[in-house]
């Protein structure tokens, strides 16, 4: 069984899945460049309404998640769960924004089991006004979601002006985010 | 030593790097003896500059000199000297530095003790290593220059974020690094071998010393890693399949299918082209980890350091050096000699399936974390995938891996017997039937314990006939005493090793089982004086005092944890730092010799004075340790034997070198 007759075109093979996959590389970080400037976001959603929203609410947290709630202010969509460990890098910057009441903020625990979202954030403080659930992926799905963390920047009609992917820096934040929120509340 | 020293030391690496990876590649090409001797001094001083260019930076971070923006971006004077030095590496442009260092400091350690390779192979692959250097030097030069001046100088640094601040993540990259660079040298060797066109058994014996070297470094660095996330992020958890885990966990995958597929080329000449593509597999799949945390394409907690320009670059590194490797493959390997047959029950037969058990492993690891990428490429949706797709593919494959694990070792090379090794692992199937037996009676009947002990089984069979294969080999209970006590002393430090490391493995299999099984979490608010019982342990919140530590403020809870009369004192802390202002949890963890009590201090206190309070029972996670050490270990060990160091014999092209030399 050993000295097995290879086909000759099987020594290609590792070549061409690379040449694949150096392609797939190339075309995201083109996108993700793109993503540096808010004009260029690669999202179908951008500058569209937010999808229709009615997600539960924690037990015992008040009020879920609705589409009627992003339509009253400026306010930020950040997509969290409990399993994410990109969340956690991100919230101290979070738990900044809520403290300096700077923009309302709420959250969709995406996939998560309710009783380890509300341990997650009793344990690391909770930034969010209002927060819907989404255990099936159905609000995440809607709004195109990639991955956790994720943030979307809804104007006071609620139409996504902004998309931010992953955690978001001190310098995306003040560079990007908070001028955009100036502008659109003028 | 100013900074502009470390600088020009770097800026002068590059031509040296350069000359390095053409002139001894002519050379080969023509024979040319006085050329491929450039290689070797070349090598040294690329290590030196390179060296006196990290030991620059490291002074600038030692001193706290915040005219370099790196040192102000990512050090801070109150900082304890441990985390000034990690800092070095805690961040893109100094880790780079010291990956290239790393780099110089093998290729400077082949042309110092390489003295017994051919002068062809080896002008060859320090040409190559030289090559990867020049891309890195480049990219450090031009787009991560860690020597960047700041005018005017700021009083005080931002700080190194507190995450990063630990013992466990300061000698993380160092070990991870050692890894991925040392597959490297595998690589190198791979790619003179296919410019050689030519693969044997000495040609293997040089590689499995630096494909151990750098298995070793890297199965210890995941496991810090590991350790880590595990008592710093306060979950209890020490695996999340993150993208940036992954990217380390690949390579060592395949990196252990190479380990293995070497002895066949090394014993039997078989495999040589599949061991040529493992080498540069390994090392292209440590460049895509590179690659992948750096450019920011993936979200993961360690993305903080990317940037999309520089992944550019990094991109086009990787797409030269896997494209152009595989090229040379695809064009040279087709040529290469087949080795001898064997039978499909053989060691080489048992090694095969191991590479092609792990190989399938690091397959869907990696088509796990690229999938988002892909999917999203060719339009098929947006999506992510979790633990719950890593988990259902990834555990099949290794069950049916650690039961050949345990038989592979005991099969002769060419034909294997088959019966007879059942008839040798009647003391390991009653070890699994005990085991299990135990375990089920100990835990329960529900679908976890099972599985619990199901795992338990598995680790008592590897661990069981690994032994088994041992006291085959020193005839125990079969000859006397005295010869079996000779037989164990000249026995091969090689094969300690693998017997290290297979048991090794055994421990790790019942740390994952039993701490996935049978762990125990407890929330509750507490306030001082309230007691809760978690396994057995009598836990008794005391009380939280704030306490003053050198860059940081922290609230500490105090809690006396009793069993059997025995108290012991946990005091777990949440902690603020001054710079940057984040908040860390630093769990209390006490450890028995087969558990972990583990007791994370959470919000409060409120109005009333209550804690949040989180313990978990932890049983089997110290087996994760010892058995993570076990593998670095039984490496190193297999790597002090004399065949590793001198043993390679002189082939006759060597020797026809040396007379000409």
């Known amino acids: 069984m050993a000295a097995v007759n290879q086909k000759r075109w099987t020594f290609l093979l590792p070549i061409l899945i690379v040449a694949l996959l150096v392609g797939v590389f190339a075309k995201r970080l083109i996108d993700v460049k793109g993503g540096q400037d808010p004009s260029l976001v690669p999202t179908v959603l951008l500058d569209t309404p937010v999808p229709a929203l009615d997600l539960p609410p924690l037990p015992s947290r008040g009020e879920g998640l609705r589409t009627a709630d992003l339509k009253k202010d400026v306010s930020l969509v950040n997509i969290w769960g409990s399993w994410c460990v990109a969340c956690l890098a991100e919230h101290p910057l979070l738990m900044n924004v809520a403290a300096e009441n700077a923009v309302p903020l709420h959250g969709i625990a995406w996939r998560d089991d309710p009783s380890a979202s509300l341990r997650w954030l ?12 989404d255990p099936v992926s159905e609000a995440a799905i809607a709004f195109g979601v990639t991955g956790a963390p994720e943030t979307f920047l809804v104007d006071g009609d609620g139409v996504i002006r902004y998309k931010h992917t992953g955690p978001i820096s001190r310098e995306a934040w003040d560079k990007t985010i908070a001028p955009l929120i100036e502008q659109l509340r003028q | 030593m100013t900074p502009e020293f470390g600088h020009f030391a770097l800026a002068l690496a590059l031509p040296v790097a350069l000359v390095q990876s053409c002139i001894p590649l002519i050379g080969a090409q023509r024979r040319d003896a006085a050329l491929m001797a450039v290689a070797g001094p070349a090598a040294m001083a690329q290590m030196l500059l390179i060296g006196l260019a990290f ?60 003295n017994n390779l051919p002068d062809r192979l080896k002008a060859r692959a320090l040409s190559v290593q030289g090559m990867i250097g020049v891309g890195f030097l480049a990219f450090i030069l031009f787009t991560s220059n860690p020597f960047l001046r700041l005018d005017p100088v700021p009083v005080q640094g931002e700080g190194l974020n507190p995450l990063l601040q630990d013992p466990g993540l300061a000698f993380h990259p160092p070990m991870l690094y050692l890894g991925y660079v040392g597959f490297s040298m595998a690589f190198s060797f791979a790619v003179a071998a296919l410019l050689e066109g ?8 040089w590689v499995r010393p630096w ?8 199965t210890v660095g995941i496991g810090l890693g590991s350790w880590w996330a595990y008592y710093e992020l306060g979950w209890g958890g020490w695996w999340f399949w993150d993208p940036v885990e992954n990217a380390s966990f690949i390579p060592w995958l395949t990196g252990t299918a190479l380990l293995h597929s070497a002895i066949v080329v090394e014993k039997r000449e078989a495999l040589k082209s599949w061991t040529i593509l493992l080498a540069i597999i390994t090392f292209s799949l440590s460049l895509l980890g590179t690659f992948l945390v750096r450019s920011g394409i993936l979200t993961s907690v360690h993305a903080f350091a990317s940037d999309p320009t520089r992944g550019v670059f990094i991109l086009a590194l990787l797409a030269i050096t896997v494209g152009g490797s595989l090229t040379l493959y695809a064009i040279r390997a087709p040529k290469l000699e087949q080795g001898g047959l064997f039978a499909p029950i053989s060691r080489e037969g048992g090694l095969l399936i191991n590479n092609l058990f792990l190989a399938t492993a690091a397959a869907t690891v990696l088509l796990g974390t690229l999938y988002p990428l892909i999917a999203e490429a060719f339009e098929l949706g947006k999506l992510s ?50 085991v299990f037996g135990v375990a089920l009676l100990l835990s329960g009947f529900s679908v976890t314990d099972v599985a619990g002990a199901a795992g338990m089984g598995l680790a008592a069979w590897l661990a069981v006939a690994t032994l088994t294969e041992w006291s085959g080999r020193v005839r125990l209970f079969k000859a006397p005493i005295d010869e079996s006590w000779r037989r164990a002393t000249s026995l091969r430090r090689a094969s300690y090793g693998m017997t290290m490391a297979h048991i090794g493995m055994a421990v790790l299999i019942a740390g994952v089982s039993g701490s996935s099984a049978w762990k125990q979490e407890n929330i509750l608010t507490m306030v001082p004086g309230d007691s809760v019982t978690v396994a057995g342990f009598d836990i008794t919140l005391n ?26 004192t946990l005091t777990p802390e949440r902690r603020v730092y001054d710079q940057p202002v984040q908040q860390t949890t630093e769990a209390a963890i006490h450890t028995t010799f087969w558990a972990d009590l583990y007791v994370v201090l959470g919000d409060g206190p409120d109005e009333s004075g209550r804690y949040v309070v989180r313990a978990y029972f932890e049983p089997f996670v110290p087996f994760l340790w010892y058995g993570i050490l076990m593998m670095g270990f039984g490496g190193l060990i297999s790597l002090s034997d004399r065949k590793h160091r001198v043993g390679a014999p002189r082939t006759s092209d060597t020797v026809a070198a040396a007379a000409g030399a």
Request: without cysteine.
């Open chain 2, 55 to 114: 030991a620059t930076l490291t002074q600038a971070f030692i001193t706290s000199d915040f005219s370099v923006v790196n040192v102000f971006q990512n050090s801070h004077t109150a900082k304890p000297l441990l985390y000034k030095i990690s800092g070095v590496w805690g961040n893109h442009e100094g880790s780079l530095l010291l990956w290239v260092f790393i780099l110089a400091v093998f290729g400077a350690t082949v042309a110092a003790f390489g």
């Open chain 2, 543 to 568: 009380g939280a005092d704030v306490i003053r530590g050198a860059n940081y403020e922290s609230l500490q809870g105090n809690f006396t944890a009793t069993r059997g009369g025995n108290a012991v």
């Open chain 2, 198 to 205: 030519r693969v044997d058994a000495a040609w293997a014996r």
């Open chain 1, 122 to 133: 009793a344990r690391n403080g909770d930034p969010y006004d209002l927060i819907g659930q």
């Open chain 2, 385 to 434: 995938v979790g633990a719950p797709y890593f988990n259902t593919v990834f555990i099949p494959l290794m069950v049916p891996l650690a039961i050949l694990m345990g038989i592979g070792p005991m099969l002769t090379w060419k034909r294997g017997d088959l019966r007879g090794i059942l008839s040798r692992v009647k003391a390991a199937l009653a070890a699994v039937a005990l």
């Open chain 2, 211 to 218: 494909t151990l070297a750098a298995w070793s470094f890297l």
